[in-house]
């Protein structure tokens, strides 16, 4: 798909984001992905099925493996510090490191379920796997079984995030369901668009 096939910023502005709503949550893995500046770190953005999944929002390789690292490097100074060995490291890697990569993510992975919530169209069944990763940083962050007291907190922030890109949110949204997928490239397009008019 060429940038022409894009359908333009300005012919998104009374898109009605509540009619497929597979398209909406993975809408909203994006939009908090940019919020948070994390857009360099999606490869692709779709609304097909696979693998499990209703739809996806993937990140790049090379992010999959610095997280991957990350956990590594946690479980390793972990059983390090039995032997009372990599004790500053740990706390390096835990609470630093950690909550840099992961807090981030989580608001990513809330993304999806929030801006249904945002749009009043939840549906839970589609945060099913968000969830349980979700569940998987939190233990990474030391804060196990706190997802059901973050989810709020995180929607009220993500809100304000939601009401600010509205306009934004419309134009991806509208091409997700018209193309099915989006590149990376795509989505820069459409906030390169986005960005001209509130410039205006």
Same mark, same amino acid.
Request: aromatic content about 8%; overall charge negative; glycine content about 8%.
């Given at each position: 798909m060429n940038q022409k096939q894009l359908i333009p910023f300005k012919d998104c502005f009374t898109v009605d984001v509540t009619n497929d709503i597979i398209a909406l949550h993975e809408t909203g893995h994006v939009i908090v992905m940019y919020a948070l500046g994390m857009i360099d770190r999606l490869t692709y953005v779709t609304k097909k099925?696979?693998?499990?999944?209703?739809?996806?929002?993937?990140?790049?390789?090379?992010?999959?493996?610095?997280?991957?690292?990350?956990a590594n490097d946690l479980i390793q100074t972990a059983g390090n510090l039995h032997y009372g060995k990599d004790v500053t490291k740990s706390i390096r890697l835990s609470r630093l490191e950690a909550g840099k990569?992961?807090?981030?993510?989580?608001?990513?992975?809330?993304?999806?379920?929030?801006?249904?919530?945002?749009?009043?169209?939840?549906?839970?069944?589609?945060?099913?796997?968000?969830y349980s990763l979700i569940d998987q940083l939190l233990i990474g962050l030391g804060i196990?079984? +706190?997802?059901? /007291?973050? &989810?709020? $907190?995180?929607?009220?922030?993500?809100? +304000?995030?939601? /009401?600010? &890109?509205? $306009?934004?949110t419309k134009a991806i949204y509208k091409n997700l369901t018209t193309h099915e997928t989006l590149t990376?490239?795509?989505?820069?397009?459409?906030?390169k668009e986005w960005e001209e008019y509130k410039l205006l």
């Open positions: 099925a696979g693998s499990g999944t209703l739809g996806l929002s993937e990140t790049t390789d090379e992010y999959k493996a610095i997280l991957a690292q990350l990569m992961y807090l981030p993510n989580i608001c990513r992975l809330f993304g999806g379920g929030a801006i249904c919530r945002f749009y009043h169209v939840p549906d839970e069944n589609m945060c099913s796997i968000d196990t079984g +706190s997802r059901e /007291t973050l &989810l709020p $907190l995180v929607d009220q922030f993500l809100n +304000s995030v939601f /009401t600010s &890109l509205d $306009l934004l990376r490239d795509q989505v820069l397009m459409i906030i």
